[in-house]
């Protein structure tokens, strides 16, 4: 139940972060929302309502269960006292009949321990008595797994998130229009001379989604007795594990994309304001209106090391780069994208309108096999990173 729990909640998180960022876009362009930004904020919401209503039933069910496992942990019984070895021979084996050999021996040593306290009738008492502990009946005693599923793997997507969230594909193959020249318009010296004339060019740029799926055959009996719910988990596992491949191909493809390269000389302030600025022309074009230098895409390494550049007067650091998976902070005013999968290195700076994720999930499938009682499950997606204008990019080399 917690690992459905933590797929609930954080596709609910991916939702939000998709829908924030489609707002912050519009909001940093001075422009309302397209039909088409619209149209995907009322099918995400929509979404995101119906997973607000399962976290909440999956949260009762799970604040529920903690509740009883506390009151069963509460009613467990203490473990017996540990004895201390010191080392002396062990006592004879203790021979009741010779010990207590009637009954009337057995009332007078009970009348010595309760009434008298006599030492001995108790030290007697103690070793007539047979102790029961939990290894005489390992059949009574169950063995609880407690708390929720430890799953370490996370399904967060920086890079694909950064870019918006990815673009329902409508096919397999398709091509997304690029215009390559546009029309000019230029000052007409004298009335009547002919004024400036070029005509707009477009071509395409091919996208062909990749097929990402596995699949795993479970027991029917695996599946009605496992506790917590075996299929939720590895759903969960399906979700997490297709997130960390379409992310981690994403960055691969983005880097093997960008042909621009430049290239820090080293990691000072003034080196890295040089490469932004050269980057900046480069990404922008001759006349400033190819692209605009706005994102820096960047692996953990190459992070750590710009967030540890300081100020030689104040001490303070030189750039707001958080060291955390995701969208955050900034470079000098260009948002920050850290990603784990990028190739260690990795440095790359553009315009994050040029580049695109395209994807169309298939989701869970199931079939089932009543001729060995066993169930079928697998999940696929179909997936491709789409660099739509590869001028809009720049590739640094990191010392």
């Keep these: 139940m917690g690992v459905y729990l933590e797929r609930l909640r954080s596709e609910f998180d991916e939702i939000t972060d998709s829908i924030d960022s489609v707002l912050e876009r519009a909001a940093e362009a001075g422009r309302d ?5 619209n149209a995907q904020i009322e099918r995400e919401d929509a979404r995101r309502d119906h997973l607000q209503k399962a976290i909440d039933t999956q949260a009762a069910l799970l604040d529920r269960s903690a509740k009883v496992s506390a009151r069963l942990d509460g009613m467990r019984t203490p473990a017996p006292r540990s004895r201390v070895d010191t080392g002396a021979q062990p006592e004879p084996q203790f021979d009741l009949a010779r010990e207590i050999p009637s009954p009337g021996a057995w ?102 989604l990749a097929t990402y799926a596995g699949h795993v055959n479970l027991s029917r009996q695996d599946l009605r007795w496992s506790s917590p719910s075996l299929l939720d988990i590895i759903y ?23 042909t621009q390269t430049d290239s820090l000389v080293g990691l000072t302030q003034g080196d890295v304001d040089d490469v932004l600025g050269t980057t900046g022309s480069t990404v922008s074009g001759a006349d400033g209106d190819n692209g605009e230098l706005n994102h820096a895409w960047m692996s953990r390494d190459v992070a750590v090391d710009l967030a540890k550049l300081r100020n030689a007067t104040t001490g303070n650091k030189l750039y707001n780069i958080p060291l955390v998976n995701g969208t955050s902070g900034d470079l000098d005013g260009l948002a920050v994208t850290i990603d784990d999968r990028f190739a260690p290195g990795t440095l790359i700076l553009g315009d994050d309108t040029l580049v695109e994720h395209w994807e169309d999930l298939e989701g869970f499938l199931s079939v089932a096999e009543p001729d060995v009682l066993g169930q079928m499950v697998g999940y696929a997606g179909y997936a491709s990173l789409c660099v739509v204008d590869p001028t809009g990019f720049v590739k640094v080399t990191v010392p």
């Design 33 to 37: 929302l397209t039909d088409e930004e």
């Design 107 to 208: 009332a007078s040593m009970m009348n010595r321990v309760w009434v008298r306290k006599d030492p001995a009738a108790v030290a007697l008492l103690e070793r007539a008595t047979a102790h029961q502990t939990t290894a005489d009946n390992p059949g009574l005693i169950p063995y609880p797994l407690v708390g929720p599923l430890v799953d370490r793997m996370r399904e967060k997507r920086p890079l694909i998130m950064s870019l918006g969230g990815s673009k329902q594909a409508p096919a397999p193959k398709f091509d997304r229009p690029v215009v390559t020249q546009q029309v000019d318009v230029g000052v007409q010296a004298n009335e009547k001379d002919l004024t400036a004339s070029r005509k707009m060019l477009v071509d395409t740029v091919s996208v062909t």
């Design 236 to 258: 969960g596992s399906f979700v997490k594990v297709y997130a960390r491949r379409s992310d981690k191909a994403a960055c691969a493809q983005f880097s093997a994309a960008v």
